[in-house]
């Protein structure tokens, strides 16, 4: 960009231009220091009034003035955390803008209007805004003006801080002939420098640098789908979580008393990227991993690629919808019942059928009662008539007497007990009733191997979640006795910290969500992470979270782990078709050096003519390295390599190895002992990034993975520096680089 000479190079200027952006910053930290104070004091009144009133547990109804009190404390305390959150550099840009093009020029750099942008709104106590919010309207132009389009903007600056310190400006002048003489110009360009930076193990918003194409997607309207597409490191992710953000600043009322879930692919990338929404002010929203998204399982563990194939395709769904309606595995065959002094019996083929009807309109275990009534109906069908008399002559008293028996009881409560996913799941283990669930879906192999690949461990794993899933929804869930009207411990909530704080509606809410659940969690926007990860089965599961939601979905086909992505993208398309769709494409890679990625670029082309390969922007000068090793020395070059690049690069250093290796090259990088080396299997490292990556045999990574080169891809492209391939041949490397 064009840049007026540059009275920057004064350091004089500098020094002096540093100083007065300073005391703005001042000026808006000791406000929200007064903010926060008024905030605690008003938490603290709360909690001192709910317990000066000793109301230990109450009816919500019976206590005036509650509600009002509970929303008080509750605000108080979302205040905090939310101030809390802010030490990232409360505010990171200023706007100097004139009146536009047809007015006259602004004699000096007074007469520009200015306009500070930071993580949240603050005003002066004359309710002047000292800095505005980057999620309000007239933020915009500080992500969209450019050059051709300045938008009023003259210029556009990023303050680099340090909590609460400015160390650094750097200016974008976007209309040098409509800038005044004193305007004072300087740095490099805040873009570069943020991409330059060393990476953490945890991801950094991007509030001070978004792009204006990424803007675009941010500030989309939270109608249908948005899809979000683009290559790898294109920014994907940070602007689906900016987006979460922007969404609740929209429409606070909506969002944040429906919810925003974000879902992602595994427990390693949610962590990395808890940080973002927090640092933008934003608490409320869930992060759930796939393997998470069904309450009470925390799935962590990956399927040999041939399981999860299968685990994950839309075939499975008539084979769980079958096990849900079979017999129950060592239930009893046979009804006998002694009555009216003769014995009544209903056989295997009898009971079947009054199983089969219980089960025509209800989930199984809400259908306790219809196949009580059709068992009574069999045994009344089978009691001889001559016998009917007296009191077994009525048929409902023949019932009463009948399921009053300990027989009956005894019998009923094997034949027919409450299912859980977990157990109907497990029955997939034993191949003889997997055939018979199975016969039409799957073929004699795919039987085996599903079968053995369930008996083979006791842990659930993530391809598994969506079949419990699956599995809950066809069985129902049981039926909560009745409780007392809900009461509710008032002190409870309170004691443990800001997040904990529940209003009197939302506990309430719950309590009745509680009992009356039949579905999963609903939420109002569910925003999808690596998308095309999902397998069909997963989409389903996903899609039921939102039956009611818009939608936002990210992901890039060329990096799927998925076998067939046509495949998933056709669930996910059947699944989101009443919803209109709007598409945004990013262009630009922000994470690799462009020497990795062109490098990345080649490998995938090989495979994929067609994908679709973003620009990367930043040059480094380093290409990637190539090692070759004897099989058995793979291990120690790994960690060779890994110890190199920490002398090489200032943060993270991840060593990306295929699982069948991790055995023994885990322990030669933990002897290293070294904090910044993570060590992880392909399928970990999606959505992850480090300074340097080592790449341990690739070639076993395109034939241990699903996903196959599509997988290696993803891995080629994590790193922003540096990246070493250690294999033992060279026939994976695509032909030039050879
Ligand atoms: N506008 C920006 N300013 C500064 N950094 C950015 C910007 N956009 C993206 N980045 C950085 O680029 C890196 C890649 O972003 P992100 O992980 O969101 O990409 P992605 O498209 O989801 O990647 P992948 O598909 O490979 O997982 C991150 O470090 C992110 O912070």
Known sequence: MDQTPLPADDENVERAELAA????????????????????????????????????RVREEEQTGLYERDVLVFAAARRIAELDAEHEGLVFGRLDSDRGDDQPLAASAAELEKLYIGRIGVRDAEYEPLVIDWRAP????????????????????VLRNKGPRIVGIEDDLLGPERAPEDL???????????????????MRDIVATI???????????????????????????????????????????????????VVGPSAAFMAYIERVLPSLGENTVALRAVGELVDGVKATAVDEAAVAAIKGSLRMRGVLSRAARDRVPNAPTTLRIFIGGTNVELDANQLDNVRRNALRRTPRNRAAGEARKGLVAALWSRFPEDLRTGVHGDR??????????????????????????????????????????ARN????????????GIRGTDEFTIADVALLDELGTSLGRAPIPETRDEEFDWLEGLSDGVNEVLTTSERRARAVAAREAEEPEDYA?????????????????????GPQASWTIVGDPAQSSWPDPDEARAAMDSMLSHLQRHSFRLSTNYRNSAEIYAFAGEVIRQTLPDADLPNAVRQTGVEPEHRVFDANKVAEAAGDAAAELL?????????????KLRPIVDPVLAEIGNPRIAALSPLESKGLEYDAVVVVEPDRIVSDTLGGVRALYVVLTRATQRMITVNSTTNWLPARAS
Do not use: C
Request: glycine share 8%; charged share 25%; net charge positive.
């Open 525 to 545: 926007h569910v925003l999808v992470d690596e998308a095309q990860d999902l397998s069909p089965m997963q989409w389903r599961m996903v899609t039921r979270r």
């Open 138 to 157: 007239a933020a915009e132009p500080f992500y969209r003006a450019t050059a051709t389009d300045r938008q009023k903007v003259v210029r556009r600056r």
């Open 21 to 56: 952006e300073q005391q703005h910053v001042d000026l808006v930290y000791d406000r929200v220091d007064v903010a926060t104070r008024s905030a605690s004091q008003i938490a603290v009144d709360g909690h001192q009034r709910a317990q000066a009133q000793n109301v230990g």
């Open 211 to 261: 792009q204006a194409e990424q803007d675009k997607a941010i500030r989309a309207p939270a109608r249908g789908v948005t899809v979000i597409g683009g290559g790898p490191g294109t920014g994907k992710t940070v602007v689906a979580l900016h987006r979460a953000a922007y969404l609740l600043y929209s429409d606070r009322r909506r969002f944040e008393r429906g919810g925003v879930l």
């Open 441 to 452: 879906e799957l073929t004699p192999v795919e039987i085996e191997t599903l079968a053995a």
């Open 184 to 202: 004072p110009v300087m740095g490099e360009g805040a873009l570069m420098a943020s991409l330059s930076r060393a990476r953490g193990h945890t």
């Open 647 to 659: 002398g090489l690069v200032e943060g993270t250093v991840g060593v990306i190895v295929p699982p």
């Open 396 to 437: 409902e008293a023949f019932g009463d007497r009948v399921t009053d028996t300990p027989a009956f009881r005894t019998f009923f409560s094997q034949w027919w007990p409450v299912l859980t996913p977990e157990a109907v799941l497990r029955w997939l283990g034993d191949p003889r009733r997997l055939q018979r669930w």
